[in-house]
């Protein structure tokens, strides 16, 4: 079995400049991700019910959901309501979505999980 890599060498540009939108992407969908996941911790763990309801929800739909039905309708389905966004833009708020709300659990789990002291 002959392996050929000759393609590696004609577009070696191609796969630097998709490697380094790769770590764009992903950069800025934990960024986001994490900033927004720390705010929905705290509204998970409100005594507010309602604004924990939202929270709950917001967290079980995304985590309930593959990543790439939320690709699709980040990028497609909301040029139904007319919000066209790029398709690196679709992947920012797709990967800040999804990683917040796992992010959020992370973080909630945290703050749950400290000892309280002694009182």
Known sequence: MNLDFSFLSE??????RSAWVTLELSFFGVLFGTLLGVMV???RISRVWPIKFVATAYIE??????MLVQI?????GLTVI????????SGVVALTM???AYMAEVFRAGIQ???????
């Not at 007319?82 to 833009?89: E, H, I, K, Q």
């Open 11 to 16: 577009h070696w540009q191609d796969y630097v």
């Open 41 to 43: 911790a705290l509204l």
């Open 61 to 66: 739909l995304i985590r309930g959901t593959p």
């Open 72 to 76: 699709l309708i980040i990028h497609y």
């Open 82 to 89: 007319g919000v066209n966004l790029s398709a690196f833009m």
């Open 98 to 100: 999804n990683s917040s």
């Open 113 to 119: 999980g400290r000892h309280s002291g002694n009182r």
